[in-house]
């Protein structure tokens, strides 16, 4: 099995709906967001996914949040826009864009240098390439 690990980051605002406490008001993170990928064969070059690709599709994905309000871009306007379900959102997200054979093992969404949350698919949830093997 290998695994390979990206990072990409978005700065953004967001208020927790439902928080009793100072994270319900308007605030801003400099997020970072980790994902790490794997497959068990490597493709005819000897990678297992090409890090420009995988770099290309997270900023694709991140890139709608950046200098946003998170509450205000789908899916947050209806789900809490915490650092668990950025997380989640990424992987599915990525997830159906990878080329077949490299699946999400795990996206990690900081929200400062000391905290952060990981999102961690189980083989069944889906978060797997629809695409076809490079």
């Known amino acids: 099995m290998y695994e390979v690990r990206v990072e990409t980051e978005f700065s953004a605002a967001h208020r927790l709906r439902g928080y009793d406490g100072k994270c319900e008001r308007l605030h801003g993170h400099n997020y970072r967001v980790g994902l790490a990928l794997c497959c068990s064969e490597l493709d ?3 990678m297992a996914v090409d890090f420009s690709e995988v770099r290309r599709i997270a900023r694709d994905v991140v890139g709608r949040f950046d200098h946003r309000c998170l509450n205000d871009v789908e899916p947050f306007d209806t789900v809490n826009p915490t650092a668990e379900q950025i ?3 990424v992987a599915e997200a ?15 969404c900081w929200e400062s240098d000391r905290c952060s949350a990981t999102y961690l698919p189980d083989a069944s949830s889906g978060v797997e390439a629809r695409g076809k093997r490079q």
């Open 44 to 46: 005819s070059l000897g």
């Open 87 to 89: 997380a989640r959102h």
């Open 94 to 108: 990525v997830g159906g864009r990878l080329p077949a054979g490299v699946r999400v093992q795990g996206v990690t």
